[in-house]
């Protein structure tokens, strides 16, 4: 019947069908080729998505840094939360006068296979350079709230005893000297990067580095007066705010989209666009599964379930996963996530154990978590090796703690960096600042 009709049609319009068929399928199968040839958008729109993917991702990593005010002021005695406000404000502002002055450059400049770059300031570049892919402001940008996370992870392990001016000294040093270097290894292109080790945005870089610096300094500084008893056993010095502190994780789960998304480090594509929401997606599910490992293994090993270590399971979860966050499922984000949640609630009672007095279990969530994170990552992603990631882990520890340990020794034997017992009893709030931030529930009297 069909036939029937198709010979009922003009011999000349078939033949211009024809022609219309075989040149609309030539042209689909050469416009294929095209697209996968042509760039999804113009150079210029891709520097203005890159560059808008810098800021964007920047300022929620700043934000981090209120996160981490927040938590640190609801874990301390109310006593002591001015001061933990000063130093996280301080510690900010310092650490970005130091990566322009010199940390910048030293971590990314003229590196090629080295150990470190230039001694030399960041000189912002104006021009619109389409062949970097983005605005130079917007890259150092980015970089240098990551060098502030570091630091940030410092102060709250240090946290009621810790005077205030030698922690900013140290800040000074850990965000111009010790980060850049480290970071210049795999990400300025340095010996590790050229070993194929693998840290996406940072579990070791960022949040190992910053937890060995904790890690030595709380060593040479000491505990709290009464955290530890004579037979070893440990008190529960209990924090102001629970509140403040639930608030100050929200704030640094939602911080984290930028630091996992941002550094995919492009936004040009349609390729870009969807790692970012797979990033996007495992960033919460990794901390999801943390909390989620924690709550359960508490309640089944406690009689009551732990919400301080619970707390901590969502940054562990996230620092897990922040090694690589793109290559795993989401069950596997979730897996990833739980372990680190579970390493860091018993980290929290090894460091107990050993008498090393952490106030808001930063040791724990950054750097055991983030080793944990570091070592699995070739699990997800082929490309990577279980004994260059071990490499890795090995070389960033013994450089931090080594170099921490003797930065914080000289500091200690120079101009000292522990309150005195009176000062740490009355709270440093009055002792290094001469105010208090809870008027109403704060002796300022000294008996």
Same mark, same amino acid.
């Given at each position: 019947?069909?036939?029937?009709?198709?010979?009922?049609?003009?011999?000349?319009?078939?033949?211009?069908?024809?022609?219309?068929?075989?040149i609309?399928?030539?042209s689909?199968?050469?416009?294929?080729?095209?697209?996968?040839?042509?760039?999804?958008?113009?150079? /210029?729109v891709?520097?203005?998505?890159?560059? =808008? %993917? !810098?800021?964007?991702?920047?300022?929620?990593?700043m934000?981090?840094? @209120? &996160?981490?005010?927040?938590?640190?002021?609801?874990?301390?005695r109310?006593?002591?939360?001015a001061?933990?406000?000063?130093?996280?404000?301080?510690?900010?502002s310092?650490a970005?006068?130091?990566?322009?002055?010199v940390?910048?450059n030293?971590?990314?400049?003229?590196?090629?296979?080295?150990?470190?770059?230039?001694?030399?300031?960041?000189?912002?570049?104006?021009?619109?350079?389409?062949?970097?892919?983005?605005?130079?402001?917007?890259?150092?940008?980015?970089?240098?709230?990551?060098?502030a996370?570091?630091a940030?992870i410092?102060?709250?392990a240090l946290? /009621?005893?810790?005077?205030?001016?030698?922690f =900013? %000294? !140290?800040?000074?040093i850990?965000?111009?000297?010790?980060?850049?270097? @480290? &970071?210049s290894?795999?990400?300025?292109?340095?010996?590790?990067?050229?070993?194929?080790?693998?840290?996406?945005?940072?579990?070791?870089?960022v949040?190992s580095?910053?937890?060995?610096a904790?890690?030595?300094?709380?060593i040479?500084?000491g505990?709290?007066?009464?955290?530890?008893?004579?037979?070893?056993?440990a008190?529960?010095?209990?924090?102001?705010?629970?509140?403040?502190?639930?608030?100050?994780?929200?704030?640094?789960?939602l911080?984290?989209?930028?630091?996992?998304?941002?550094?995919q480090?492009a936004?040009?594509?349609?390729?870009?666009?969807?790692?970012i929401a797979?990033?996007?997606?495992?960033?919460? %599910?990794?901390?999801?599964?943390?909390?989620v490992?924690?709550?359960?293994?508490?309640k089944?090993?406690?009689?009551h379930?732990?919400?301080?270590?619970?707390?901590?399971?969502?940054i562990?979860?996230?620092?897990?996963?922040?090694?690589e966050?793109?290559?795993p499922s989401?069950?596997?984000?979730?897996?990833i996530?739980?372990?680190?949640?579970?390493?860091?609630?018993?980290?929290?009672?090894?460091?107990?154990?050993?008498k090393i007095?952490?106030?808001?279990?930063a040791?724990?969530a950054?750097l055991?978590?983030?080793?944990?994170g570091?070592?699995?990552v070739?699990?997800?992603?082929?490309?990577?090796?279980?004994?260059?990631?071990?490499?890795?882990?090995?070389s960033?520890?013994?450089?931090? %703690?080594?170099?921490?340990?003797?930065?914080?020794?000289?500091?200690?034997?120079?101009?000292?960096i522990?309150?005195s017992?009176?000062d740490?009893?009355?709270?440093?709030?009055?002792?290094?600042?001469?105010?208090?931030?809870?008027?109403?529930?704060?002796?300022?009297?000294?008996?």
């Open positions: 019947m069909y036939i029937h009709y198709l010979k009922k049609i003009p011999s000349n319009l078939m033949l211009s069908l024809l022609s219309f068929f075989s609309l399928v030539l689909s199968v050469a416009g294929a080729q095209e697209a996968a040839e042509v760039p999804a958008v113009s150079s /210029e891709a520097y203005v998505f890159n560059t =808008f %993917l !810098f800021l964007v991702s920047g300022f929620l990593v934000f981090m840094a @209120a &996160g981490f005010c927040m938590l640190e002021a609801g874990q301390v109310s006593k002591n939360t001061v933990i406000c000063l130093k996280n404000i301080g510690l900010f310092i970005g006068i130091m990566y322009y002055l940390g910048y030293l971590m990314y400049d003229g590196v090629d296979g080295g150990y470190f770059g230039s001694f030399s300031l960041f000189s912002r570049s104006s021009d619109v350079d389409l062949d970097t892919g983005y605005a130079s402001g917007s890259d150092w940008y980015f970089q240098m709230v990551f060098v996370t570091a940030s410092v102060s709250g946290a /009621e005893r810790i005077l205030i001016w030698p =900013f %000294l !140290f800040v000074a850990l965000t111009g000297i010790i980060y850049p270097i @480290a &970071g290894w795999q990400w300025g292109g340095g010996w590790l990067s050229e070993a194929g080790f693998s840290d996406f945005a940072g579990s070791t870089l949040h580095v910053g937890g060995w904790a890690l030595a300094g709380a040479l500084l505990s709290r007066t009464g955290k530890y008893n004579s037979d070893g056993s008190n529960v010095i209990a924090g102001s705010s629970l509140p403040l502190t639930t608030l100050g994780v929200f704030i640094l789960w911080g984290w989209f930028g630091f996992n998304g941002g550094s480090l936004l040009g594509s349609g390729a870009d666009a969807t790692a797979d990033i996007f997606i495992n960033t919460n %599910l990794a901390a999801a599964g943390g909390v490992a924690v709550m359960i293994v508490s089944l090993t406690n009689s379930t732990n919400v301080a270590a619970s707390l901590n399971g969502a562990a979860g996230l620092v897990a996963i922040t090694a966050p793109l290559t989401m069950g596997h984000a979730i897996v996530g739980g372990i680190g949640g579970v390493i860091c609630m018993y980290g929290m009672k090894l460091l107990d154990m050993l007095d952490d106030v808001v279990g040791i724990p950054h055991f978590a983030g080793i944990w570091t070592l699995i070739p699990w997800t992603n082929k490309d990577t090796s279980f004994g260059v990631q071990f490499l890795g882990v090995i960033y520890a013994a450089f931090t %703690l080594i170099v921490s340990f003797a930065v914080w020794f000289a500091i200690k034997t120079v101009v000292g522990r309150a017992k009176e740490e009893e009355y709270g440093l709030d009055m002792s290094e600042l001469g105010t208090i931030s809870h008027p109403d529930f704060t002796s300022t009297v000294k008996k």
